[in-house]
């Protein structure tokens, strides 16, 4: 059983950074692409970030290009999504979901972790 458990989340003022971490267990480096969704109160869940099985392509939604930076420790089993210019509208529950098919697609994902909260405000 694949278990994800996001962290790092946590309220910063607009223009802030913040960095998340998914870690996995029950499962090694290059098994799975990894993907971060998020989902604002009243909104259906959207893909903002993947990353493939061995981390050498990515891919962002075009809200985040520019700010945001996926990657992946294999020794950690842990991958990231570095935030940066944090905007209010980035304001959602972040969850990390890992899938054999590399996808902004939340459909395509087989796991899921619990999520965490960020929260931009002043």
Do not use: H
Request: net charge positive.
């Amino acid at each position: 059983q694949v278990q994800l458990v996001e962290s790092g989340g946590g309220l910063v003022q607009p223009g802030g950074s913040l960095r998340l971490s998914c870690a996995g267990s029950e499962f090694t480096s290059g098994d799975y692409a990894i993907g971060w969704f998020r989902q604002a109160p009243g909104k259906e869940r959207e893909g903002v970030s993947c990353i493939s099985r061995s981390g050498s392509i990515t891919r962002y939604v075009d809200s985040v290009k520019g700010r945001f930076t996926i990657s992946r420790d294999g020794a950690k089993n842990t991958v990231y999504l570095q935030m940066n210019s944090l905007k209010s509208e980035d304001t959602a529950v972040y969850y990390c979901a890992a899938s054999s098919v590399y996808s902004l697609n939340p459909n395509f994902m087989a796991y899921w972790g619990q999520g965490t909260q960020v929260t931009v405000s002043s």
